[in-house]
Protein backbone atom coordinates (compact mmCIF):
# COMPACT_ATOMS: atom_id res chain seq x y z
CA UNK A 1 0.00 0.00 0.00
CA UNK A 2 1.22 3.42 -0.82
CA UNK A 3 1.73 6.04 1.76
CA UNK A 4 -0.16 9.30 1.84
CA UNK A 5 2.39 12.07 2.49
CA UNK A 6 1.79 16.09 2.86
CA UNK A 7 5.02 17.29 1.78
CA UNK A 8 3.32 20.25 -0.15
CA UNK A 9 -0.46 21.03 -0.80
CA UNK A 10 -0.12 19.43 -4.21
CA UNK A 11 0.16 15.95 -2.31
CA UNK A 12 -3.95 16.45 -2.45
CA UNK A 13 -6.40 16.88 -4.63
CA UNK A 14 -8.51 19.79 -4.99
CA UNK A 15 -11.61 18.10 -3.50
CA UNK A 16 -9.70 16.41 -0.46
CA UNK A 17 -8.35 20.16 -0.07
CA UNK A 18 -11.58 21.07 0.27
CA UNK A 19 -12.86 18.30 2.52
CA UNK A 20 -9.89 18.75 4.71
CA UNK A 21 -11.27 22.41 5.53
CA UNK A 22 -14.51 21.42 5.99
CA UNK A 23 -13.33 18.82 8.67
CA UNK A 24 -11.17 21.37 10.41
CA UNK A 25 -14.07 23.84 10.69
CA UNK A 26 -15.98 20.73 12.31
CA UNK A 27 -13.33 19.76 14.58
CA UNK A 28 -13.24 23.02 16.21
CA UNK A 29 -16.81 23.26 16.53
CA UNK A 30 -16.49 19.97 18.38
CA UNK A 31 -13.79 21.05 20.26
CA UNK A 32 -15.54 24.10 21.82
CA UNK A 33 -18.88 22.10 22.56
CA UNK A 34 -16.42 20.44 24.71
CA UNK A 35 -17.02 16.92 22.34
CA UNK A 36 -14.00 14.15 23.38
CA UNK A 37 -13.17 12.47 20.07
CA UNK A 38 -10.25 9.98 20.49
CA UNK A 39 -9.64 8.81 17.11
CA UNK A 40 -5.96 8.06 17.30
CA UNK A 41 -5.72 6.57 20.83
CA UNK A 42 -2.14 4.71 21.32
CA UNK A 43 -0.91 6.63 18.05
CA UNK A 44 2.14 8.52 18.10
CA UNK A 45 3.50 11.91 16.15
CA UNK A 46 7.31 12.06 16.23
CA UNK A 47 7.94 15.88 15.08
CA UNK A 48 11.39 16.58 13.96
CA UNK A 49 12.25 19.94 14.74
CA UNK A 50 15.50 21.59 12.84
CA UNK A 51 14.31 25.12 13.54
CA UNK A 52 12.68 27.10 16.18
CA UNK A 53 8.57 26.89 16.65
CA UNK A 54 6.22 28.28 18.65
CA UNK A 55 2.48 27.29 16.70
CA UNK A 56 3.75 24.34 14.68
CA UNK A 57 4.88 22.63 17.81
CA UNK A 58 2.12 23.51 20.11
CA UNK A 59 -0.57 23.13 17.60
CA UNK A 60 0.28 19.59 16.46
CA UNK A 61 1.34 18.31 20.22
CA UNK A 62 -2.25 19.76 21.40
CA UNK A 63 -4.17 18.46 18.44
CA UNK A 64 -2.50 14.86 19.03
CA UNK A 65 -3.24 14.78 23.03
CA UNK A 66 -6.85 16.25 22.23
CA UNK A 67 -7.47 13.31 19.28
CA UNK A 68 -6.50 10.56 22.34
CA UNK A 69 -2.94 10.01 20.59
CA UNK A 70 0.89 11.50 21.38
CA UNK A 71 3.57 13.38 20.04
CA UNK A 72 7.08 13.21 20.72
CA UNK A 73 9.25 16.37 20.53
CA UNK A 74 12.32 15.62 18.72
CA UNK A 75 15.63 18.26 18.44
CA UNK A 76 19.05 17.60 16.52
CA UNK A 77 20.56 18.96 19.92
CA UNK A 78 18.88 15.95 21.33
CA UNK A 79 19.20 13.05 18.37
CA UNK A 80 21.61 11.27 16.59
CA UNK A 81 20.10 13.50 13.41
CA UNK A 82 22.28 16.27 14.49
CA UNK A 83 25.68 13.85 15.24
CA UNK A 84 25.45 12.63 11.58
CA UNK A 85 22.97 9.79 11.26
CA UNK A 86 21.95 10.12 7.68
CA UNK A 87 18.34 10.60 7.37
CA UNK A 88 17.49 7.41 5.27
CA UNK A 89 18.41 5.38 8.40
CA UNK A 90 16.73 8.11 10.88
CA UNK A 91 13.57 7.54 8.62
CA UNK A 92 13.99 3.78 9.03
CA UNK A 93 13.87 3.42 12.17
CA UNK A 94 11.41 6.25 13.58
CA UNK A 95 8.65 4.84 11.13
CA UNK A 96 8.87 1.81 12.47
CA UNK A 97 7.84 3.44 16.12
CA UNK A 98 5.59 6.41 14.91
CA UNK A 99 2.66 6.20 13.09
CA UNK A 100 3.31 9.55 11.59
CA UNK A 101 6.35 12.05 11.18
CA UNK A 102 6.13 15.71 10.89
CA UNK A 103 9.43 18.03 10.01
CA UNK A 104 10.53 21.19 10.25
CA UNK A 105 13.98 21.82 8.03
CA UNK A 106 15.97 23.77 6.04
CA UNK A 107 16.14 22.21 2.38
CA UNK A 108 13.00 20.51 1.13
CA UNK A 109 15.08 17.86 -0.37
CA UNK A 110 14.91 16.21 3.08
CA UNK A 111 11.87 15.73 3.51
CA UNK A 112 11.48 14.41 0.26
CA UNK A 113 14.20 11.51 1.60
CA UNK A 114 12.94 11.02 4.83
CA UNK A 115 9.41 10.18 3.14
CA UNK A 116 10.67 7.92 0.48
CA UNK A 117 12.38 5.67 3.45
CA UNK A 118 9.52 5.88 5.68
CA UNK A 119 6.55 3.64 6.31
CA UNK A 120 4.31 5.91 7.77
CA UNK A 121 2.84 9.48 6.62
CA UNK A 122 5.50 12.34 6.67
CA UNK A 123 3.68 16.02 7.31
CA UNK A 124 5.87 19.27 6.15
CA UNK A 125 6.07 21.33 9.34
CA UNK A 126 7.96 24.13 6.77
CA UNK A 127 10.86 23.69 4.81
CA UNK A 128 13.05 26.37 3.03
CA UNK A 129 10.71 25.77 0.33
CA UNK A 130 7.27 25.29 1.43
CA UNK A 131 4.59 25.75 3.94
CA UNK A 132 1.55 23.37 3.63
CA UNK A 133 0.38 23.35 6.94
CA UNK A 134 0.40 27.11 7.58
CA UNK A 135 -2.17 26.90 4.02
CA UNK A 136 -4.57 24.77 5.76
CA UNK A 137 -5.18 27.36 8.55
CA UNK A 138 -5.06 30.26 6.30
CA UNK A 139 -7.79 29.01 3.61
CA UNK A 140 -9.94 27.89 6.85
CA UNK A 141 -9.53 31.08 8.25
CA UNK A 142 -10.53 32.55 5.06
CA UNK A 143 -13.51 29.80 4.47
CA UNK A 144 -14.83 31.15 7.85
CA UNK A 145 -14.89 34.37 7.38
CA UNK A 146 -15.61 35.61 4.05
CA UNK A 147 -17.03 31.69 2.36
CA UNK A 148 -14.92 30.20 -0.52
CA UNK A 149 -11.81 31.80 -1.57
CA UNK A 150 -12.20 30.39 -5.51
CA UNK A 151 -12.27 33.83 -7.64
CA UNK A 152 -10.88 36.37 -5.16
CA UNK A 153 -7.84 38.06 -5.23
CA UNK A 154 -5.16 37.36 -2.75
CA UNK A 155 -1.90 39.96 -2.82
CA UNK A 156 1.23 38.77 -1.27
CA UNK A 157 3.43 41.53 0.04
CA UNK A 158 7.08 41.06 0.43
CA UNK A 159 9.68 38.09 0.46
CA UNK A 160 9.09 35.25 -2.56
CA UNK A 161 9.54 32.98 -0.03
CA UNK A 162 8.28 29.43 1.77
CA UNK A 163 4.98 31.17 2.52
CA UNK A 164 4.96 32.59 -1.07
CA UNK A 165 5.72 29.88 -3.01
CA UNK A 166 3.11 27.68 -0.98
CA UNK A 167 0.53 30.56 -1.84
CA UNK A 168 1.42 30.43 -5.42
CA UNK A 169 0.23 26.83 -4.80
CA UNK A 170 -2.93 27.53 -3.29
CA UNK A 171 -4.04 29.51 -6.14
CA UNK A 172 -3.92 26.79 -8.00
CA UNK A 173 -5.37 24.21 -5.82
CA UNK A 174 -7.70 26.84 -4.35
CA UNK A 175 -8.82 28.80 -7.79
CA UNK A 176 -7.48 32.26 -7.06
CA UNK A 177 -5.69 35.15 -8.62
CA UNK A 178 -2.35 35.80 -6.71
CA UNK A 179 -0.51 38.91 -7.10
CA UNK A 180 3.23 38.74 -5.90
CA UNK A 181 4.90 42.34 -5.09
CA UNK A 182 7.98 41.41 -4.25
CA UNK A 183 11.54 43.47 -4.95
CA UNK A 184 13.96 42.45 -7.46
CA UNK A 185 16.04 39.27 -6.53
CA UNK A 186 13.66 38.33 -4.12
CA UNK A 187 11.09 36.23 -6.12
CA UNK A 188 9.48 33.44 -5.65
CA UNK A 189 10.77 29.76 -7.06
CA UNK A 190 10.16 30.31 -10.72
CA UNK A 191 9.12 26.51 -11.29
CA UNK A 192 5.87 27.08 -9.70
CA UNK A 193 5.21 30.24 -11.21
CA UNK A 194 5.95 28.65 -14.73
CA UNK A 195 3.21 26.01 -13.31
CA UNK A 196 0.68 28.24 -12.48
CA UNK A 197 0.73 30.44 -15.58
CA UNK A 198 -1.53 33.60 -15.49
CA UNK A 199 -3.16 32.87 -12.06
CA UNK A 200 0.19 34.23 -10.88
CA UNK A 201 1.01 37.78 -11.40
CA UNK A 202 4.55 39.05 -10.43
CA UNK A 203 4.55 42.86 -10.08
CA UNK A 204 7.01 45.52 -8.12
CA UNK A 205 4.80 48.09 -6.40
CA UNK A 206 2.61 46.65 -3.52
CA UNK A 207 -0.09 49.59 -3.75
CA UNK A 208 -0.66 47.98 -7.37
CA UNK A 209 -0.84 44.23 -5.69
CA UNK A 210 -3.18 45.82 -2.86
CA UNK A 211 -5.98 47.25 -5.08
CA UNK A 212 -8.68 45.70 -4.75
CA UNK A 213 -7.89 42.87 -3.34
CA UNK A 214 -9.75 40.26 -0.87
CA UNK A 215 -6.68 38.75 1.15
CA UNK A 216 -3.66 40.70 1.69
CA UNK A 217 -1.07 38.17 3.46
CA UNK A 218 2.78 39.51 4.15
CA UNK A 219 5.48 37.64 6.35
CA UNK A 220 8.85 38.27 8.19
CA UNK A 221 11.41 40.03 6.03
CA UNK A 222 13.90 37.51 6.59
CA UNK A 223 13.16 34.07 6.94
CA UNK A 224 14.34 31.47 9.53
CA UNK A 225 18.09 30.18 8.26
CA UNK A 226 18.54 34.28 6.77
CA UNK A 227 19.51 35.89 10.08
CA UNK A 228 23.10 36.85 8.36
CA UNK A 229 20.82 38.42 5.19
CA UNK A 230 18.45 40.29 8.15
CA UNK A 231 20.25 44.06 7.96
CA UNK A 232 20.34 43.91 3.92
CA UNK A 233 16.83 42.91 3.91
CA UNK A 234 15.58 45.57 6.07
CA UNK A 235 16.99 47.93 3.70
CA UNK A 236 15.56 46.37 0.55
CA UNK A 237 12.05 45.40 1.55
CA UNK A 238 11.00 48.82 3.71
CA UNK A 239 9.24 50.00 0.72
CA UNK A 240 6.97 46.88 1.29
CA UNK A 241 5.97 47.63 4.93
CA UNK A 242 2.07 46.56 5.19
CA UNK A 243 0.10 49.62 6.93
CA UNK A 244 -3.47 50.05 7.18
CA UNK A 245 -3.37 52.75 4.56
CA UNK A 246 -2.32 49.92 1.99
CA UNK A 247 -4.98 48.02 3.18
CA UNK A 248 -7.79 51.20 2.54
CA UNK A 249 -7.11 50.70 -1.34
CA UNK A 250 -8.21 46.60 -1.09
CA UNK A 251 -11.94 45.33 -1.37
CA UNK A 252 -13.61 47.20 1.71
CA UNK A 253 -14.16 43.65 2.85
CA UNK A 254 -10.40 42.91 2.65
CA UNK A 255 -8.76 40.43 5.45
CA UNK A 256 -5.46 40.71 6.34
CA UNK A 257 -3.09 37.96 7.02
CA UNK A 258 0.78 36.87 8.72
CA UNK A 259 1.37 33.21 9.39
CA UNK A 260 3.71 35.02 12.39
CA UNK A 261 5.76 35.52 13.98
CA UNK A 262 5.49 39.09 13.21
CA UNK A 263 8.07 42.03 13.51
CA UNK A 264 6.12 45.32 13.97
CA UNK A 265 7.29 48.04 12.34
CA UNK A 266 9.19 46.33 9.74
CA UNK A 267 6.95 43.58 7.86
CA UNK A 268 3.69 45.27 9.58
CA UNK A 269 3.04 48.58 10.57
CA UNK A 270 2.82 49.07 14.23
CA UNK A 271 -0.77 49.07 14.80
CA UNK A 272 -1.96 46.64 11.61
CA UNK A 273 -2.17 43.38 13.36
CA UNK A 274 -4.89 45.14 15.75
CA UNK A 275 -6.77 46.51 12.56
CA UNK A 276 -10.00 44.85 12.72
CA UNK A 277 -9.31 43.27 8.96
CA UNK A 278 -6.25 41.45 10.65
CA UNK A 279 -7.45 37.91 11.34
CA UNK A 280 -4.00 36.82 12.20
CA UNK A 281 -5.07 35.21 15.76
CA UNK A 282 -7.89 33.21 14.12
CA UNK A 283 -5.40 31.97 11.43
CA UNK A 284 -2.93 31.04 14.39
CA UNK A 285 -5.75 29.06 15.81
CA UNK A 286 -6.94 27.63 12.81
CA UNK A 287 -2.86 25.59 12.67
CA UNK A 288 -5.03 23.36 15.73
CA UNK A 289 -7.89 22.45 14.18
CA UNK A 290 -6.79 22.49 10.65
CA UNK A 291 -3.83 19.95 11.20
CA UNK A 292 -6.27 17.94 13.28
CA UNK A 293 -8.13 17.65 10.12
CA UNK A 294 -4.89 16.60 8.36
CA UNK A 295 -3.31 13.40 10.70
CA UNK A 296 -6.98 12.48 11.03
CA UNK A 297 -6.83 12.52 6.96
CA UNK A 298 -3.85 10.32 7.05
CA UNK A 299 -4.20 8.16 10.16
CA UNK A 300 -7.60 7.18 10.25
CA UNK A 301 -8.95 4.84 7.79
N1 LIG B 1 3.54 30.14 11.58
C1 LIG B 1 4.37 29.23 12.13
O1 LIG B 1 4.68 28.20 11.53
O2 LIG B 1 4.78 29.54 13.38
P1 LIG B 1 5.92 28.82 14.23
O3 LIG B 1 7.24 29.13 13.56
O4 LIG B 1 5.80 29.41 15.58
O5 LIG B 1 5.68 27.34 14.22
N1 LIG C 1 9.04 32.43 6.24
C1 LIG C 1 9.14 32.19 7.64
C2 LIG C 1 7.89 31.52 8.13
C3 LIG C 1 7.88 31.24 9.62
C4 LIG C 1 6.66 30.52 10.08
C5 LIG C 1 10.36 31.32 7.93
O1 LIG C 1 10.63 30.39 7.17
O2 LIG C 1 11.07 31.61 8.89
Avoid at 58 to 76: C, D, R
Avoid at 77 to 94: F, H, M
Avoid at 258 to 277: I, M, Y
Wanted: charged share 25%; aromatic share 6%; hydrophobic share 40%.
Amino acid sequence: MTVRHFLSLMDCSQAELTSLLKRGIELKDLHRQGVVYEPLKNRVLGMIFEKASTRTRVSFEAGMIQLGGQAIFLSPRDTQLGRGEPVEDSARVLSRMCDAIMIRTFAHSTLETFATHSRVPVINGLSDDLHPCQLLADMQTFLEHRGSIKGKTVAWIGDGNNMCNTYIQAAMQFDFQLRVACPEGYEPDQAWLDRAGDRVTLLRDPREAVAGAHLVCTDVFASMGQEDEAQERLRVFTPYQVTRAMLDQADPEVLFMHCLPAHRGEEVSHDLLDDPRSVVWDQAENRLHAQKALVEFLLVE
